[in-house]
DNA sequence: ATTTTATTTGACTATCCAGTCAATTACTTT
DNA sequence: AAAGTAATTGACTGGATAGTCAAATAAAAT
């Protein structure tokens, strides 16, 4: 099995970090390095590619989060409440990096998705797939909050993506802005979307 | 008044269209002088900085853009028009791109901003500045549309941002997709979010 | 104890990058 | 025609960049 090392772990960590917090292009290999406490040959037995760390990075980040939506989303809550608490979710973390990096930062797959979607397939894959995945929660939501006859919703899946694009669209003027107010418009409008709670008053 | 010269306006066309395409960090200042046939240093004579010059190719973008905009939303239409002729105008315009480059681009600004918001204060401003002017239009109709009574809203501001939020995600999820399809959705959910339409049948 | 396997080290390469500069050119003004 | 002004040229700098490699090391398996 040979010589155990952490250095894989770290690299992600600090290259999922770095990137969320800058930008693919702006944060260098051996910035990644240095701050993981890593040198660069070890970063490339690790790796064959800069962008083969940032996918992996990303997928890392996905595989620690999930039981946190697991949870939220969880058949044992309500479904309008499961999505309430979405939205708090989203803020509550937005609110944590902030207050971290000492700017809004916006939502990290749609950031490297927007930045490398027209020059890096993979990457432009495995951004699409990680919004996929946050999708299937809220049109699983839907889907039963619907079924309680809580909303009347005619297609939950596109309801679904509406509801996502939204809230992309929140943060990302969140982080154009660099200003959290933003956010506190986003589960109101969420609810308003699905039905669930009056846009109009 | 020493040597007459197309090469800025050459260079700022280029600068965004490269960057529209590509990435600002994916775009070299070298790349944009060769598009455009000018000699680096006369892109420093120009611009102080390829920074400076990005602020500039979007602020000479927006400048060539406005009187489109200014026609969609002619108080000459009427507003849900308006929104309709926009949202088709937003499609049209993804489509051409698309057409063109072989790829979906998704919003200029947006691309900029999420990139740079957290790099570059001045970029950002910039890239605010722009979302913020096309905000005003959808705020003009809404409130138009408000005082003709043809839809119930209580705050045309909030509304009009929402409105933006929900096209910049859409925009985003389109370039992340690389899928024109995704703004099939774009006029049914605007329409929709403001009331003017039924969303939910 | 020895072999095997996996990680570490850090110097190295070749390329690319933003930005500089002094000399030259071409146009306008007088 | 001369003077003034602005654009052009392209070679140059210094630093950053992604990626390479062969030798050293440490743990696990035998």
Known sequence: MGRPSDAKEKLLQVAFDLIWNQSYGAVSVDQI???ARVNK???YHFFPSKSDLAIEAYEEHW???QPELDRIF???IPPLEQLERWCRHVCDRQRQKAKKYGH???CPYASLGTEL????ERIRLKSQELVDRNIRY???ALLEAKRQGLI???DPQAGARRVYSTVLGMLLQAKIRNDLGVLDELEPTVMGMIGARELVA
């Open 41 to 43: 040959g070890s970063f």
């Open 117 to 120: 979607a027209t020059q890096d």
């Open 63 to 65: 595989r620690e989060k």
């Open 104 to 106: 809004v930062c916006g």
């Open 33 to 35: 390095c240095e701050q």
């Open 74 to 76: 969880s058949p044992q």
């Open 152 to 154: 009347a919703i005619a």
């Open 138 to 140: 809220i049109e699983s």
